[in-house]
C-alpha cells in the first residue's frame, strides 16, 4: 500500500524515520509491489525508495512514478557519491581493543641529601633551586633571589 501523506510535514516526518538501518528492498516491495535486483546496492535502495515517495506526493503514479524515481536515483548517485560512505560506516570492521592509560603517580623524591637553605644550580632547567626539609622550596633565576626567599621567609 503506497503511503499518502496529509501535508509536506508529514511527508517530512516520515522521511526524517528512515534510516540506514531500515529495509527498503521489504518497503519497496510492501508499499511500490517492486522488487529491487540483488546488485542494487543499498543507497540505490534508499534513494529510490524516497524519490518514490516524493513522486507519489506530487501526485505520480504508475509508469510515470517509476520512471520518476529511477532517473532521480540514477543523477543523485552519479552527483553525489559521497552518498557512498554512509553505509560503508555501518559496515562492521576489525574492532581494535584499547586499553586505557594507566595514570602511576610519580612518589614525591625528598632529597635528604640536602642541607636545609642549601641553593644548587639546575643546569637542563636554567635555575636555582633552594631546598628547605629535604624539598625544593624555591625556584629563581639568580642565586641571590633564592638566598632572598630564604631569608625573609625562614630567616636564614
Do not use: C
Given at each position: 500500500m503506497v503511503p499518502q501523506f496529509k501535508s509536506q510535514t508529514d511527508f517530512i516526518n516520515h522521511v526524517r524515520t528512515l534510516n540506514s538501518a531500515t529495509n527498503y528492498s521489504a518497503l519497496l516491495a510492501d508499499?511500490?509491489?517492486?522488487?529491487?535486483?540483488?546488485?542494487?546496492?543499498?543507497?540505490?535502495?534508499?534513494?529510490?525508495?524516497?524519490?518514490?515517495?516524493?513522486?507519489?506526493?506530487?501526485?505520480?503514479?504508475?509508469?510515470?512514478?517509476?520512471?520518476?524515481?529511477a532517473k532521480?536515483?540514477?543523477?543523485?548517485?552519479?552527483?553525489?557519491?559521497?552518498?557512498?560512505?554512509?553505509?560503508e560506516q555501518n559496515q562492521p570492521s576489525e574492532t581494535k581493543t584499547v586499553k586505557?592509560?594507566?595514570?602511576?603517580?610519580?612518589?614525591?623524591?625528598?632529597?635528604?641529601n640536602m642541607p636545609d637553605g642549601a641553593i644548587v644550580y639546575i643546569e637542563h632547567r636554567d635555575t636555582w633551586v633552594g631546598y628547605m626539609?629535604?624539598?625544593?622550596?624555591?625556584?629563581?633565576?639568580?642565586?641571590a633571589e633564592c638566598q632572598r626567599f630564604f631569608k625573609k621567609k625562614y630567616g636564614i
Open positions: 508499499q511500490f509491489q517492486l522488487i529491487a535486483p540483488n546488485d542494487a546496492s543499498m543507497h540505490q535502495k534508499e534513494y529510490l525508495y524516497k524519490y518514490l515517495l516524493q513522486g507519489t506526493f506530487q501526485g505520480l503514479n504508475g509508469q510515470q512514478l517509476i520512471d520518476y524515481a532521480k536515483t540514477e543523477k543523485f548517485v552519479v552527483e553525489f557519491p559521497w552518498v557512498l560512505q554512509k553505509y586505557p592509560k594507566r595514570v602511576v603517580k610519580r612518589p614525591r623524591i625528598v632529597n635528604e626539609d629535604g624539598k625544593i622550596r624555591v625556584a629563581r633565576k639568580t642565586e
